[in-house]
């Protein structure tokens, strides 16, 4: 199987490296933190190398999104909660 060159800077502890993996690939994981790294395409086309020859450039977090919904959820306004199925009723006085 035919390998790839990527260019990795890995954003949790800063390991830069030139790597090869196939073409197939997602992600990577970084040599030195073991954490997951998404692979973009260099040229952000699939099949393409940019003029150094890299095929991918492994710059951010795999599963960004899902990194960033816990950020919101952990800094959310205790203002915005709102409980769910409960009414607090008042009692009538006769």
């Given at each position: 199987?035919?390998?790839?060159?990527?260019?990795l800077?890995?954003?949790f502890c800063g390991f830069c490296k030139i790597l090869?993996?196939?073409p197939h690939r997602k992600?990577?994981?970084?040599?030195?933190?073991?954490q997951v790294i998404f692979l973009r395409w260099a040229t952000g086309v699939e099949g393409y190398?940019?003029?150094?020859?890299?095929?991918?450039?492994?710059?951010?977090?795999?599963?960004?999104?899902?990194?960033?919904?816990?950020f919101e959820e952990a800094f959310e306004d205790e203002d915005d909660f709102k409980p769910r199925g409960f009414t607090i009723r008042q009692r009538l006085k006769e």
């Open positions: 199987m035919k390998k790839v060159k990527v260019d800077q890995c954003p090869k993996t196939a992600g990577i994981k970084c040599p030195a933190c073991r190398v940019d003029k150094y020859g890299y095929y991918f450039h492994a710059h951010e977090p795999f599963a960004l999104n899902k990194i960033n919904q816990e």
